[in-house]
């Protein structure tokens, strides 16, 4: 189980390949605050966004969460650094040990000064070719989409992440 922000579902959404959540991590937590973005960039005509809230809908692995009680306040001291969805990703995987998926570079910052892991797209296609979910070629293929679409990567082939990996286990991503 994950807890993920608006830019992962996006970037994810726009290449078609949402799904690879629900292979990697089963149950993926999507905090209140950004259903709310993605739902707007729906209504302006974000298209591709609908397979978000049509996971939703379905319930079964992609599921609307909120913060309980003991995170209230880690969430609105983040409101001062970091937007409403960064903020309640970061206070709901505090508050449940779990790992934050955000590309947003102040918000993993913040993220990892107040304890919690993160990670980010990048890091979902690097753990998919891993896991055997994806080979190399397809995910070239996926982040490819994605940088067409906008997302603005730090690299622009995925064996940039996976370079000390091969060396170690090259018999792994063949």
Do not use: H
Request: hydrophobic share 45%; proline share 2%; charged share 30%.
């Amino acid at each position: 189980m994950i807890v993920v922000n608006a830019t992962v579902l996006s970037n994810l959404a726009s290449a078609g390949k949402l799904e690879i959540l629900k292979e990697l991590f089963g149950v993926v937590l999507v905090p209140v605050p950004v259903y709310e973005e993605v739902f707007r960039g729906i209504e302006i005509g974000y298209e591709f966004l609908e397979c978000i809230e049509e996971a939703l809908k379905g319930g079964d692995w992609l599921k609307l969460t909120s913060f309980g009680e003991g995170s209230r306040e880690i969430f609105r001291v983040l409101l001062d650094v970091v937007g409403y969805g960064e903020a309640a990703g970061i206070a709901i995987s505090k508050e449940r040990g779990l790992t934050f998926f955000s590309d947003d570079k102040v918000a993993r910052k913040i993220a990892r000064e107040n304890g919690v892991k993160v990670s980010g797209t990048i890091g979902i296609l690097k753990v998919a070719v891993e896991e055997g979910k994806l080979s190399i070629d397809e995910a070239n293929v996926v982040l490819d989409r994605m940088i067409r679409g906008g997302y603005r990567s730090p690299v622009r082939a995925i064996e940039e992440v996976l370079q000390c990996n091969l060396r170690e286990r090259p018999w792994r991503y063949r």
